[in-house]
């Protein structure tokens, strides 16, 4: 692979996510009826009404993350993945999902929580001929994520990646062609929080003591692109626009980026260095979508937009690009996808319903206030 800086490729606009304020779609439980013991109102339910009423016009997230609070666990964004493959079947053990010849009981509830997100959509964003956005974990990230039924790791063997991602591609082509069904217009957005440990053979084995083989530019960039081109619109979502150092070379993240075929990327605020807003700004000019996650406080404070708008302007206007040019970013707010096993509630203590309220209000503000930016 190249390591020169080249940039991306122009891409249409039917390719990109046009530029909107949107939110992961986190959602803690309602409220618990102390006497009867159970949620008396639908997380998935409440995000769906709370998103179409608060984001409007702007990206209104799909809620497949609804919580377990009667175990103390919370948001699997694993589990949603896995409930998206075709022809694949798994269930849940003690050290995270494997594969399996059949489907089980965790099976049939990743399949029941799609089914309550896909009818929450309907109600609340049926009559909406707008934008929807999906945030699940990228498919190297699910392929990490998951063990065959041996305990050994899917990472580890070459027929069992490639049938999870082709899986994987396939059930989120099925489950946005539904929603485009219900007149709106989906888009995806994937986070590959793994791509590092992935292609540098740092992963570590199930035993903890030892790293699984690197795998291949070719065939990471490979996969990336195969996925991608079965989505509608898809942002790439990725932890920070660090160069990637593969067999004593580096590799620019923007140039990596393009390998992977993507079309819009977003990354969080809070990792961007002066030498990642080069890369951000070298992203931008090619013609791709940019998109900047917030950090989850935030939503602690929805009056602070002005605040935000600086943090943003001001790098970009350091490194020499016009700040009218903010105009064409998108907003991301709310926590990152919960990768973690199991994933528990008290990793997110302090963000209930009107938390990611506050969210969703920031996360609007923001993008109206970089539409109006001189």
């Known amino acids: 692979m190249s390591t020169s ?58 809620p497949l993350t609804a919580d ?62 707008g934008q929807v956005q999906i945030s699940l974990p990228g498919p190297w990230t699910l392929v990490t994520a998951l063990s065959l039924s041996s305990g050994a790791r899917v990472l580890g063997d070459h027929g069992a990646r490639r049938d999870v991602v082709q899986a994987y591609a396939f059930g989120i082509a099925a489950f946005t062609d539904r929603i485009a069904g219900l007149g709106m217009h989906p888009t995806v957005r994937l986070v590959e929080s793994r791509l590092t440990p992935v292609l540098t053979g740092t992963w570590p084995s199930v035993s903890g003591w030892a790293s699984l083989p690197a795998i291949s530019e070719t065939q990471v960039w490979a996969a990336l692109e195969s996925t991608l081109r079965h989505l509608p ?41 002066p030498h990642s807003w080069e890369q951000l700004a ?42 009218t040019s903010l105009r064409e970013f998108g907003i991301i707010a709310g926590p990152e996808l919960p990768l973690t096993f199991p994933p528990l509630l008290e990793d997110q203590q302090g963000l209930g319903p009107e938390h990611n309220r506050g969210t969703m209000t920031i996360a609007a503000g923001l993008r109206r206030a970089l539409e109006e930016i001189e």
């Open 5 to 62: 800086s080249e940039s991306p490729a122009p891409t249409s606009m039917a390719d990109r996510v046009l530029p909107a304020a949107t939110t992961t779609g986190i959602w803690l439980p309602g409220a618990r009826d102390p006497r009867r013991g159970y949620i008396a109102t639908s997380p998935v339910r409440e995000a769906a009404a709370a998103g179409f009423d608060i984001l409007a016009d702007q990206l209104p997230p799909v």
């Open 282 to 323: 070298i992203l931008a000019e090619a013609g791709l979508g940019t998109w900047i996650h917030l950090p989850t406080e935030a939503g602690g404070r929805s009056d602070a937009v002005n605040h935000w708008c600086e943090r943003i302007r001001t790098p970009w206007s350091r490194i020499g690009m016009g700040v």
């Open 68 to 129: 377990r609070s009667e175990d103390r666990w919370g948001a699997d964004a694993i589990g949603r993945a896995v409930g998206l493959l075709t022809e694949l079947h798994v269930d849940r053990t003690s050290y995270g999902w494997r594969l399996t010849a059949s489907a089980g009981k965790d099976e049939r509830l990743e399949d029941s929580a799609l089914i309550e997100a896909f009818d929450a959509i309907a109600e609340y964003g049926g009559s909406r001929p």
């Open 233 to 273: 619109p898809t942002v790439l979502a990725l932890p920070d626009l660090e160069p990637l150092r593969l067999q004593g070379k580096e590799i620019p993240a923007a140039e990596a980026v393009r390998r992977s075929g993507a079309r819009s990327v977003s990354v969080p605020l809070v990792s961007l260095r």
